[in-house]
């Protein structure tokens, strides 16, 4: 199983941007369909973005298609999210994930702690 640690949040101002990383151990790093879920207080925890193993392929929530970009290195182990043109409702605290499965919207093997991430508006 793949070990995830977040880092990168903080707080900004709506329209200002962030980038988070998610640094993960484990030998089959390359092997793990990977991405970013986030979650505010009494809410369900919420699809952002995945990318394919490979990198090649991504896909998006609706609510940040266009303004979060997800990419991946994998020499590096680790995924990070491009997150521009932020809005206050992009509030909350975000959770790296990982799963060998098709898609992280399926199911989950691994999370990360979470960071939080606050848009002052």
């Known amino acids: 199983q793949v070990q995830l640690e977040e880092s990168g949040g903080g707080l900004v101002q709506a329209g200002g941007s962030l980038r988070l990383s998610c640094a993960a151990s484990?030998?089959?790093?390359?092997?793990?369909?990977l991405g970013w879920f986030r979650q505010i207080p009494g809410k369900e925890r919420e699809f952002v973005a995945q990318?394919?193993?490979?990198?090649?392929?991504?896909s998006y929530a609706d609510s940040v298609e266009g303004r979060f970009t997800i990419s991946r290195d994998n020499a590096k182990n680790t995924v990070y999210l491009q997150m521009n043109s932020l809005k206050p409702e992009d509030s909350a605290v975000y959770y790296c994930?990982?799963?060998?499965?098709?898609?992280?919207?399926?199911?989950?093997?691994?999370w990360g702690q979470g960071t939080q991430v606050t848009v002052s508006s």
């Open positions: 994930a990982a799963t060998y499965l098709n898609s992280l919207r399926v199911g989950v093997d691994s």
């Open positions: 990318i394919s193993w490979s990198g090649g392929i991504t």
């Open positions: 484990g030998r089959t790093f390359n092997r793990y369909r």
